[in-house]
């Protein structure tokens, strides 16, 4: 396709090139006229001549192929894209959970958040499982901030003891 393009524009060129050459050696009066009607007319016919032979039914095929091509290649970037949405929702949560376990004095606090895509294609953290050594007490209040703050109920809470302080 884009050889046939290429050809029938070096085509235009090469026809304006010859017409401009015949054009500038022809002599004024009504010989230039005839020349000019007819350089005319070959550059109109070198601006239609794809459109004669035009094969409508390659032409189809080949944009039904690319916008197939087009649909693959968009559809993989947006995957992509969902999915780095999903991690960096999985990442900013569990940020946000280790900077409210320090300041419960949860200092070896571990937190891993897993997240998935909602009905309506937004991403949201859904599960999370944590690693300390902090009391019932302070684990409940952390559950309770994550609850309220990123919607993660506790029954959704991976509660594990670290026994290395």
């Known amino acids: 396709m884009t050889e046939a393009i290429r050809s029938w524009i070096l085509g235009i060129a090469g026809a304006a090139l010859i017409t401009s050459i015949c054009m500038t050696i022809t002599p004024d009066g009504r010989v230039k006229k005839i020349v000019s009607l007819v350089c005319g007319l070959v550059i109109i016919l070198m601006l239609v001549n794809p459109m004669i032979g035009f094969d409508y039914g390659i032409f189809s095929e080949s944009y039904a192929r690319f916008r197939a091509e087009a649909a693959a290649f968009s559809e993989a970037g947006t995957d992509f894209s969902e999915n780095l949405t999903g991690l960096i929702i999985a990442e900013a949560s569990t940020a946000y959970i280790l900077d409210k376990g320090t300041k419960l004095g949860m200092h070896d606090l571990l ?29 409940d209040k952390l559950g309770d901030i994550i609850y309220a703050d990123l919607g993660i109920p506790p029954e959704e809470l991976i509660w594990r003891m670290n026994y290395e302080r």
């Open 111 to 139: 937190a891993e958040v897993s997240a998935r895509q909602g009905g309506a294609g937004y991403w949201y953290p859904y599960a999370a499982r944590l690693t300390t050594a902090a009391n019932q007490e302070t684990r």
